[in-house]
């Protein structure tokens, strides 16, 4: 059985790719934990050095990175190439961390006795990873799995398998056999894997997917992170480019990223300028040369719908700028929307497109209250030259991650995860491999002659 793959900058067939059903799930999870206890064995120095020669692969064939991730999410070359950049480095980074890992208390702590905690890894993970960054949100998962000892079974999406097969080519040839295994399929291979014999299930994706994944789960450890509808609260005094570089932040990946600004707030006296503003930057952010289109015909129905829905008085629209044969890509222009309720659907779902949302709020209490009034709490940013101001509304802001005068600002050592609606648990950073381990304390009673 295969799936047929589309280009999404030009709306035709490139290719097909194999969808893995009962058989291939159960071959594969249980590929993943004959190989668990030699990788898990494994000391962290080890580990660490067979980590940092998948990053040298991934960086020795970053070309191929790039033009597979292309292929699959139709992004310039200028943000692929970035993203594999950082994959790299997040394999890198993770190499380090394992071994400089941090222990809780040890010692004597009860009289008589002597105590130390070790953390091991939970065994075989099954990774479900987005289209929105196939190689990306794949190291996220992977990466810090890896390092904490455990071996991995990833799914990518349906639409976006190249990279990730490519990752786990390299896996082997770097890590060992069956320490990174792809399995390509669509949603119920996704499900198969979820509940197949995994320890552990790391998701990315919607709300709805990620209640399914809790629920097929069945009480094993569930990571999620399921999107978000971020904030950014604009004062009279922000920066000169803060409408430039919100624009720029909601386009990038055509605006198909979790933490993507969603919501600009602003004070009443400020509203009008900020929708000019904003409207005018978004007329210098044209799809096609600056960014690339929605990734398939479903999110591109999903935003139509919504865009459709809103009662927004003003859509003040940006121009495509295709080549030639782009025609029949599913690209949409950056698009500002003014004067909507704020119920209304494009401020209360997360749109995941190059579309931003104006409202103005009486006050700093109101532009909060609306700030926080939806259902996700992953990212938001605060924009003001006042810094005591910022960093207040950016502690007020219900948010796993906050920003003051800029957007989309994350690397390998700083913590990214949700709350409410937007999932819990974290990706990046040395928390990340607590994630993906379990502690055991040990305490041995000291008698004389024993110990």
Same mark, same amino acid.
């Given at each position: 059985?295969?799936?047929?793959?589309?280009?999404?900058?030009?709306?035709?067939?490139?290719?097909?790719?194999?969808?893995?059903?009962?058989?291939?799930?159960?071959?594969?999870?249980?590929?993943?934990?004959?190989?668990?206890?030699?990788?898990?064995?494994?000391?962290?120095?080890?580990?660490?050095?067979?980590?940092?020669?998948?990053?040298?692969?991934?960086?020795?064939?970053?070309?191929?990175?790039?033009?597979?991730?292309?292929?699959g999410t139709g992004k310039p070359d200028g943000e692929t190439a970035g993203e594999v950049e950082q994959?790299?480095?997040?394999?890198?980074?993770?190499?380090?961390?394992?071994?400089?890992?941090?222990?809780?208390?040890?010692?004597?702590?009860?009289?008589?006795?002597?105590?130390?905690?070790?953390?091991?890894?939970?065994?075989?993970?099954?990774?479900?990873?987005?289209?929105?960054?196939?190689?990306?949100?794949?190291?996220?998962?992977?990466?810090?799995?890896?390092?904490?000892?455990?071996?991995?079974?990833?799914?990518?999406?349906?639409?976006?398998?190249?990279?990730?097969?490519?990752?786990?080519?390299?896996?082997?040839?770097?890590?060992?056999?069956?320490?990174?295994?792809?399995?390509?399929?669509?949603?119920?291979?996704?499900?198969?894997?979820?509940?197949?014999?995994?320890?552990?299930?790391?998701?990315?994706?919607?709300?709805?997917?990620?209640?399914?994944?809790?629920?097929?789960?069945?009480?094993?450890?569930?990571?999620?992170?399921?999107?978000?509808?971020?904030?950014?609260?604009?004062?009279?005094?922000?920066?000169?480019?803060?409408?430039?570089?919100?624009?720029?932040?909601?386009?990038?990946?055509?605006?198909?990223?979790?933490?993507?600004?969603?919501?600009?707030?602003?004070?009443?006296?400020?509203?009008?300028?900020?929708?000019?503003?904003?409207?005018?930057?978004?007329?210098?952010?044209?799809?096609?040369?600056?960014?690339?289109? *929605?990734?398939?015909?479903?999110?591109?129905?999903?935003?139509?719908?919504?865009?459709?829905?809103?009662?927004?008085?003003?859509?003040?629209?940006?121009?495509?700028?295709?080549?030639?044969?782009?025609?029949?890509?599913?690209?949409?222009?950056?698009?500002?929307?003014?004067?909507?309720?704020?119920?209304?659907?494009?401020?209360?779902?997360?749109?995941?497109?190059?579309? *931003?949302?104006?409202?103005?709020?009486?006050?700093?209490?109101?532009?909060?209250?609306?700030?926080?009034?939806?259902?996700?709490?992953?990212?938001?940013?605060?924009?003001?030259?006042?810094?005591?101001?910022?960093?207040?509304?950016?502690?007020?802001?219900?948010?796993?991650?906050?920003?003051?005068?800029?957007?989309?600002?994350?690397?390998?050592? *700083?913590?990214?995860?949700?709350?409410?609606?937007?999932?819990?648990?974290?990706? *990046?950073?040395?928390?990340?491999l607590h994630e993906y381990q379990r502690p055991k304390t040990v305490t041995a009673r000291l008698v004389?002659?024993?110990?």
């Amino acid at each position: 059985m295969k799936t047929t793959l589309v280009n999404p900058r030009t709306g035709a067939v490139r290719g097909a790719a194999p969808v893995a059903r009962e058989g291939e799930v159960r071959a594969a999870v249980g590929a993943a934990r004959a190989a668990a206890p030699g990788w898990g064995g494994l000391t962290p120095g080890e580990r660490a050095r067979r980590l940092e020669r998948l990053a040298a692969l991934v960086t020795e064939h970053a070309a191929a990175y790039r033009a597979r991730e292309t292929a699959g999410t139709g992004k310039p070359d200028g943000e692929t190439a970035g993203e594999v950049e950082q994959v790299a480095d997040l394999f890198r980074f993770y190499a380090g961390a394992v071994r400089a890992r941090s222990a809780p208390a040890a010692g004597r702590l009860v009289d008589g006795h002597e105590s130390w905690v070790r953390w091991e890894p939970l065994g075989v993970v099954g990774v479900v990873v987005p289209w929105n960054y196939p190689l990306m949100m794949a190291a996220w998962r992977c990466a810090p799995a890896l390092a904490a000892g455990n071996t991995v079974v990833a799914k990518p999406a349906e639409t976006t398998p190249d990279t990730l097969q490519l990752l786990a080519e390299h896996a082997a040839e770097a890590l060992g056999s069956d320490v990174l295994t792809a399995l390509p399929g669509d949603r119920e291979t996704g499900r198969l894997l979820v509940g197949a014999d995994v320890d552990m299930v790391a998701f990315t994706g919607s709300a709805a997917a990620g209640a399914d994944v809790a629920a097929r789960a069945a009480g094993r450890r569930v990571s999620l992170e399921l999107g978000g509808n971020s904030p950014a609260l604009v004062l009279p005094d922000a920066p000169d480019d803060t409408f430039t570089q919100l624009v720029r932040a909601c386009v990038y990946n055509a605006g198909q990223s979790c933490a993507a600004p969603a919501r600009v707030i602003t004070l009443t006296d400020n509203y009008e300028t900020t929708v000019a503003h904003l409207a005018a930057a978004a007329r210098e952010c044209l799809a096609g040369r600056d960014f690339g289109p *929605l990734n398939n015909p479903d999110q591109l129905a999903r935003y139509d719908d919504i865009v459709a829905r809103s009662a927004a008085g003003r859509h003040l629209v940006a121009d495509l700028a295709l080549g030639t044969g782009e025609e029949d890509g599913y690209w949409r222009p950056a698009r500002i929307l003014a004067d909507l309720p704020d119920d209304d659907p494009a401020v209360v779902e997360e749109v995941f497109g190059p579309l *931003l949302t104006v409202q103005r709020a009486a006050d700093l209490d109101t532009a909060v209250a609306l700030a926080n009034g939806v259902p996700q709490a992953l990212a938001a940013s605060v924009w003001t030259r006042d810094l005591t101001t910022g960093l207040d509304l950016a502690g007020r802001l219900d948010a796993g991650e906050a920003w003051l005068n800029c957007h989309l600002v994350q690397t390998a050592e *700083l913590p990214h995860g949700g709350r409410g609606a937007s999932g819990h648990g974290t990706d *990046l950073s040395t928390l990340a491999l607590h994630e993906y381990q379990r502690p055991k304390t040990v305490t041995a009673r000291l008698v004389r002659g024993l110990v």
